[in-house]
């Protein structure tokens, strides 16, 4: 950066040096520093004091009470919807409850499903998303097995309304 006319003296060119001052050249300081003069910072030996540690930028993935909230209430709402006319028995109208129920129910059992698939979470005995690794058959088919179960003794209750 070059020096206004304020930084020279009266009567002198800028960039111009005195007789009498050797200390700077016509074009800034010396090459040379003075005696005494260091570098500004740590040195080699002060910037390795231990083993590095790397630390993560990015937040956690997890789920966040506004992500489970409505799908907890949704939950709720639906598995009340299934067990109220099951357990009262409200007549004709109760079947039809209790399977718009079990869907609603259902649904917010997938949505949790996905929201945690997204965060990185996965059944157990089922490998991680992106892993390359394919998932045993034994596992796939108990899981089926019982959501099978579920499902049929849902619609028997059900069907034993009417």
């Keep these: 950066m070059e020096a206004g006319p304020r ?18 050249s016509s074009d800034g300081p010396d090459d040379q520093p ?12 002060e910037l390795s004091v231990g083993p590095e540690v790397e630390v993560e930028l990015r937040p956690q993935r997890r789920l966040r ?3 489970l909230a409505p799908i907890v209430a949704l939950a709720t709402v639906g ?4 067990a109220f006319p099951l357990a009262f ?4 109208g109760g079947a039809v ?11 917010a059992a997938g949505w949790g499903m996905m929201a945690a698939r997204r965060v990185g979470h996965t059944w157990p005995g089922l490998p991680k998303r992106g892993s390359g690794r394919r ?19 849902a619609v028997w209750r059900v069907a034993r309304l009417r």
């Design 65 to 67: 009470i506004w992500q």
């Design 79 to 82: 598995s009340l919807m299934f």
């Design 7 to 24: 930084d020279t003296a009266q009567g002198v060119e800028p960039g111009a040096v005195e007789a009498g001052d050797q200390r700077l």
């Design 135 to 153: 998932p045993d058959w034994r596992v796939v088919l108990a899981y089926a097995v019982v959501l099978a179960a579920v499902v049929v003794l």
């Design 97 to 107: 409850v209790a399977m718009l129920g079990l869907l609603i129910c259902s649904c």
């Design 89 to 92: 028995e409200f007549g004709d």
């Design 34 to 45: 003075p005696v005494g003069v260091t570098a500004d910072g740590p040195g080699a030996d």
